[in-house]
């Protein structure tokens, strides 16, 4: 596939092409090959995300309390999200993945596809400026966030899943961290939450409670 096929998929054409092969660099083809891989973009552009969707909810949905807006955002800056994206925009078909990887289905894999959604970010915020990055990322999200926006409450997805599951006579929820990867200054956790001993979703987040609130969320739609 030809990188300029990608940057139509997103709407963006890099004038540091080495920029974007970077941001599309995995850790195990960088590995491989002696190059630098794509991580401290995502780590860059992980805030630059985080900023984004917090300034465009400031601006765009004042009626919405600041712990409301924390919940929206945690909603749609998340791996589930971002695979979603990174699939409509077909990230899978050009991203340098080492060979363990592409035996392993690693371009199937959401945090790959999620990790390198937030490196593509920085990426562009570094090859082109701010405003640029911003129409990226609120035309690709700003659907997400309505939606979003329009089910949050006072209530957290937790205390919705608890009092949705109360009905039934037996209400025995349980959650449990089942998996912690990246470095420590960027830590994904996965979450599963069991009722009755059944897994009934599964969720991730940048903390163990935001990964829990996602798997809760899950089961609420």
Avoid: W
């Avoid at 945690?74 to 925009?89: F, G, I, T, W």
């Avoid at 903390?207 to 969320?217: G, N």
């Amino acid at each position: 596939m030809e990188l300029s096929e990608f940057e139509e998929n997103i709407g963006y054409v890099f004038k540091n092409k080495n920029l974007l092969i970077n941001a599309l660099t995995h850790t195990s083809y960088a590995n491989e090959r002696g190059l630098a891989s794509n991580e401290k973009l995502e780590f860059l552009g992980d805030a630059i995300l985080e900023f984004v969707s917090s300034e465009y909810l400031y601006k765009n949905y004042n009626h919405l309390k600041e712990g409301e807006m924390t919940k929206v955002r945690a909603s749609v800056v998340c791996e589930d999200s971002l695979y979603k994206l990174a699939l409509r925009l077909n990230f899978s078909d050009f991203l340098y993945l080492g060979k363990s990887e592409i035996v392993s289905h690693g371009k199937t894999r959401p945090a790959i596809l999620a990790d390198s959604v937030e490196a593509v970010i920085a990426a562009m915020y570094l090859d082109g400026g701010l405003e640029n990055v911003k129409e990226f990322i609120i035309n690709n999200l700003k659907n997400e966030i309505e939606i979003s926006s329009k089910s949050v409450g006072n209530k957290d997805y937790k205390t919705v899943l608890q009092e949705k599951l109360q009905t039934q006579k037996i209400a025995n929820i349980e959650y449990e961290i089942i998996k912690e990867s990246g470095p420590d200054h960027n830590k994904l956790f996965t979450a599963q939450v069991k009722f009755n001993g059944k897994v009934l979703a599964t969720g991730t987040g940048k903390s163990k409670k935001s990964a829990e609130m996602q798997a809760a969320r899950k089961c609420t739609f």
